[in-house]
C-alpha cells in the first residue's frame, strides 16, 4: 500500500466522499456527457471516481493486480440494449460496490471498531443508488433480526387476529416528512440495534425490553403486547 493511501478512518471516509462525490455528478449533473462517453463500440470501459472529486470513464488499470480494486468493467456494452434509467441505475449500484470495496481495501488494517466506525459513517450517506434513482432512506427502526417485534411484521388488532400491516412493501423509503427517530415510551433513550425493543400492539409505542421488563424469549410467547401505559389505561 502506497504511502499517501489514506489510513485512518477520517481519512478513508474522506476519500470515500469524494470518489462518491464524483460518481453521483457523472450520474446527475453530467449525465448526458457520461452517457455519451460509454460508447458501446469501444472497448472494455469503467467509470472511476477520483479523490478530488472528479469522475472518469476509461480502461481499466493493465497491471495485475491492480493498484484498487477495479469498478464494473464493460459498463458501456449494456448501455444501448437497456432503459437509459435502468441502464444508469445498474451503473450506480456497481459504483456503490466499488466505493465500499475501495475503502475497505484501504481500511484492511484497521481494527474491528475501526472498521465498524467506518461503515457506519460510510452509510449515514445516501448511497449512489438511491441519489440516482431519487429514493430517500429512512431511519432503522427495530426489527425482528434484533429481537424485537416489527412494524414491517404482521401486527395483531384489538379482536386478536392477524391483520397485514397496511404500509406497502417498499417502505423502506419515505418522505423526509415521514422520517423520524424512535424512542422508548418509558426512558425516553433514543433506539439502538444493540439493544432489544419491543413494541405495544394497542398504541404501537416502542419501548426497550429492560424498560418494561421484557425479555427475547419472552416476547417470544407474546401473542398481543400491551405496554404498561395501555394496560394502566385499561384499569381505570
Known sequence: ???????????????YSARRSGLVRALTYDVDDFYSQCDPDKENLCLY???NEA??????AEEVPPELPEPALGINFARDGMNRKDWLSLVAVHSDCWLLSV???FGARLNRNERKRLFSMINDLPTVFEVVTGRKPIKDKP????????????KRSI????RSNPKLVDENYEDEEEQGDTFCG??????????????????ERWY???????TPAKAELIKFYKCPLCTKKARQ
Request: glycine share 12%; hydrophobic share 25%; with cysteine.
Open 49 to 51: 471516481g477520483h479523490p
Open 1 to 15: 500500500m502506497a504511502s499517501s493511501s489514506p489510513r485512518t478512518v477520517e481519512e478513508i471516509f474522506k476519500d
Open 186 to 203: 418509558i426512558c425516553g433513550g433514543g433506539y439502538n440495534s444493540d439493544e432489544f425493543w419491543i413494541g405495544c400492539d394497542n398504541c
Open 55 to 60: 469522475w472518469e470513464v476509461a480502461l481499466p
Open 159 to 162: 379482536d386478536g387476529q392477524p
Open 208 to 214: 426497550h425490553g429492560k424498560c418494561v421488563k421484557i
Open 103 to 105: 475503502s475497505f481495501y
Open 143 to 154: 426489527t425482528v433480526e434484533s429481537g424485537s417485534k416489527s412494524r414491517n411484521s404482521t
